[in-house]
């Protein structure tokens, strides 16, 4: 009689790798969406100023047309970013990522407890505004001051309270090693690898604003509208984003200055797959200086306003996902767990 084999786990054990694997996959899609809506979320209610401001200055109804549609795209953007927001966590929660609940420990309460009301007042500010800012002929006195202040108010509670909460919370996850008492926030905030990632947001912002500026060309294209104002429109779109993006790979320097050593290594050579997504993030953001270039000069054709928004979702995927392969690198080596990642690339 043949001896029984006997019973082994490295299936399972493969099994399990599988699943971690796509729920780290299925973090970075999620977590680069949710950063996208928070974007246009963030930026779309300034834009809304200056098209205003054309609006009623030199009587230009395509730019108020505009900013009254990125104003409700704008509330669009927040709903999806916040479900999405609620999605993150949940994977975070499944692929028990103790780093970021250990670091969101030492946040302050009250910042949590504000969250909700700075919510409820963007989405009262956005919706006031629209319905201050209904078509040309009501831009009145009474009505244009009001709505560019309320729309102030909801850009600047939005970008000022979430983009440094989460990058705090970020940050800090990586810094295993320190005493794990309650966090001075507002020391926190003026932390140079702080300061670095919320600029970088902050640019990236109106880069994704840009992008929808040009999804309303393609929109009053398909309309029939005259080839005139889509054309308009789509430069307002291309100038918007292309600024900020040059400055993001300036700024880019500054964050990878900032980050841990070991984080930086990852990114520059250490680690391939951190390695290969963060070249492809800077191929993108070339390739997409160049497109953005020429829609912001007038080539304005269908094929390279699809071709930004391409390359825009590119690089933020690519990005976040070298930015949390590196993460996993750096708290790996200060902890006996190694990263989900790193086991494809290792000999069993």
């Known amino acids: 009689m043949r001896p029984r084999p006997r019973p082994t786990t490295r299936g399972a054990n493969a099994n399990t790798l599988e699943g971690a694997l796509l729920l780290d996959t299925l973090l970075v899609l999620v977590l680069a969406a949710h950063l996208l809506a928070a974007n246009i979320a963030g930026a779309a209610p300034l834009a809304c100023l200056w098209l205003d401001w054309r609006e009623v200055g030199r009587g230009d109804a395509l730019a108020g047309e505009l900013g009254r549609y990125l104003a409700r795209q704008s509330l669009v953007w927040l709903s999806i970013g916040i479900a999405l927001g609620a999605a993150t ?15 969101a420990r030492r946040i302050p309460a009250s910042r949590y ?4 009301p700075e919510l409820a007042v963007y989405y009262g500010c956005m919706w006031g505004c629209l319905r201050l800012w209904k078509t040309p002929a009501e831009s009145t006195r009474w009505r244009v001051w009001p709505r560019r202040v309320l729309v102030l108010v909801a850009a600047t509670n939005l970008m000022y309270h979430f983009p440094l909460l989460f990058t705090v919370i970020d940050v800090y996850s990586r ?3 320190e005493a794990a008492g309650p966090l001075d926030f507002r020391a926190a905030i003026l932390d140079p690898e702080v300061v670095s990632q919320v600029l970088h947001h ?3 912002s109106f880069a994704a604003v840009g992008i929808v500026m040009m999804a309303f060309a393609m929109r009053i294209e398909r309309a029939g509208r005259p080839a005139g104002d889509v054309r308009r ?8 984003a292309l600024v900020p993006t040059a400055l993001q ?7 990878l200055v900032e980050l841990p050593e070991r984080s930086r290594a990852s990114l520059l050579g250490d680690d391939a797959l951190a390695s290969i997504l963060f070249g492809l993030s800077l191929v993108g953001a070339i390739m997409l200086l160049h497109r953005l270039a020429g829609v912001a000069t007038g080539d304005v054709e269908r094929r390279n306003l699809i071709a930004c928004a391409a390359l825009t979702l590119l690089v933020v995927v690519s990005m976040v996902g070298a930015r949390h392969r590196a993460q996993r690198d750096v708290v790996a080596a200060r902890q006996t767990h190694r990263p989900v990642f790193a086991s494809v690339f290792e000999n069993p």
């Open 89 to 103: 966590l949940a994977l975070v929660w499944l692929v028990d990522w103790q780093p970021f609940y250990e670091a």
């Open 113 to 116: 407890w504000w969250a909700g």
């Open 175 to 177: 810094r295993v090693g």
């Open 202 to 204: 902050l640019l990236a």
């Open 233 to 240: 429109a789509a430069s307002w779109g291309g100038r918007v």
């Open 249 to 255: 790979l300036l700024v880019g320097l500054y964050v």
